[in-house]
């Protein structure tokens, strides 16, 4: 492209979170940067939508009171220029595993960029457990070296690549920086799913168990897989599609012929 992209920076953590900022300003050095981004945390909403949201002008572009998918939508159709290319991130945790891909407000913005014909990228951060938990972990700046240094390179390099003839987005998880760059890899979603659920005097606690294996030392999850790559130092880049796939079949055309309006 002759032209320096167009580019809408949103997120899930909030427009004040260090992640978010971070990104701003590399990405600032590749294209035009305007941020929409959620006025507080949206973590986990997947792509939950408002009928009308507040918007207030913001140093790095606007705050939106509402959720990352709404800030898609109203800074594609309303407060910025149109982009050539939606970013979102950076996410402080991992967004990994195709069970995770629904749940997650960052991926979920990137997938509304999608539904609207534009190329997007999901860009999270791997919070290691184990000597660092996510719950105690503090993020600096240059906590998320690796992560923008390889969101910075996909958004330079994609559009023009051709990357988005065939994938709408990129879901991108990198590991902590570990002085040079780490190597990248292009992955699957992991289908490791490991969820349960535990009751207690009318309380029930939702267990991702998962992460607690990997704090043990073991990664469920095959080569090839984001996971897998992530936790074993390299970034995970997934390229993906938003729309629902169709598996038809002669099963379900056998029933829904059976059906009395059918007879």
């Known amino acids: 492209m002759d032209d320096p992209p167009e580019i809408l920076l949103t997120n899930d953590d909030g427009i004040d979170s260090p992640g978010f ?6 990405l600032s050095d590749v294209g035009n940067v305007t941020g929409v981004a959620p006025a507080t945390d949206q973590s986990a909403v997947g792509r939950a939508m408002s009928d009308e949201v507040g918007v207030t002008e913001h140093e790095l572009g606007y705050a939106v009171e ?4 709404d800030c898609v939508v109203a800074g594609l159709q309303e407060l910025g220029p149109y982009p050539d290319l939606v970013v979102s991130g950076c996410n402080t945790g991992a967004n990994l595993g195709a069970y995770v891909l629904g749940r997650s407000g960052t991926v979920s913005a990137a997938v509304e ?3 609207f014909g534009v190329p997007a990228i999901a860009a999270s951060l791997y919070v290691p457990v184990g000597d660092v938990t996510w719950s105690e972990f503090e993020p600096d700046p240059d906590d998320y070296a690796e992560a923008v240094r390889a969101t910075r390179h996909l958004a330079e390099g994609a559009l023009g690549a051709g990357v988005f003839d065939a994938a709408d987005y ?6 902590m ?3 040079s760059p780490a190597p990248m890899e292009v992955t699957r979603p992991s289908h490791v799913y490991d969820m349960d659920a535990t009751r207690d005097d009318g309380v029930v606690t939702l267990h991702d168990r998962i992460w607690e294996r990997m704090a043990e030392g073991d990664v469920p999850d095959p080569e090839g897989t984001d996971r897998r790559a992530v936790a074993e130092g390299r970034v995970s880049v997934s390229p993906l599609t938003a729309p629902h796939t169709v598996e038809h079949h002669q099963f379900l055309d056998a029933l829904a012929a059976e059906y009395p309006g059918n007879a």
Do not use: C, I, K, Q
């Open 21 to 26: 900022r971070a990104l701003h300003d590399a």
């Open 66 to 69: 509402g959720t990352p998918a």
């Open 113 to 115: 960029a999608a539904f």
């Open 170 to 175: 990129l879901n991108v998880n990198a590991p």
């Open 177 to 179: 920086p570990d002085g």
